[in-house]
């Protein structure tokens, strides 16, 4: 476990047991190459890598904002299952393809 001030261990966890300790959060899988890191959500830049190769990133709930409508989003896709069990929410998502016209 990690000791220090609930709010920085949320911040800044040093583990996925700490993270899960300190509130809501998913491990997503990501591959890092260089700056770029890539997931099955999406795939982004970062200034400072904290590795390289494989690994997990620890997500929580207000990482992520909705695009608002007429407003860009690299991340599409649509809920096709919800349900609450186990003391979580399991949701079933579908990805979309972006298409653009030329």
């Known amino acids: ?29 990501v591959t890092i190459r260089g ?23 620890l997500v929580r709930p207000g990482d992520f904002a909705l695009a608002l409508p007429g407003e860009e989003s690299d991340l599409i896709f649509s809920v096709e299952e919800a349900s609450f069990y186990e003391g979580a929410w399991h949701v079933r998502a579908c990805s979309a393809t972006r298409s653009s016209s030329a």
Do not use: C, K, L
């Open 1 to 29: 476990m990690q000791e220090g001030v609930p709010s920085e261990v949320y911040r800044d966890p040093h583990s996925e047991a700490a993270a899960m300790a300190t509130g809501d959060v998913s491990a997503v899988p």
């Open 35 to 57: 700056n770029v890191v890539e997931s099955v959500i999406g795939s982004w830049n970062v200034d400072a890598p904290p590795f390289q190769g494989s690994g997990i990133a």
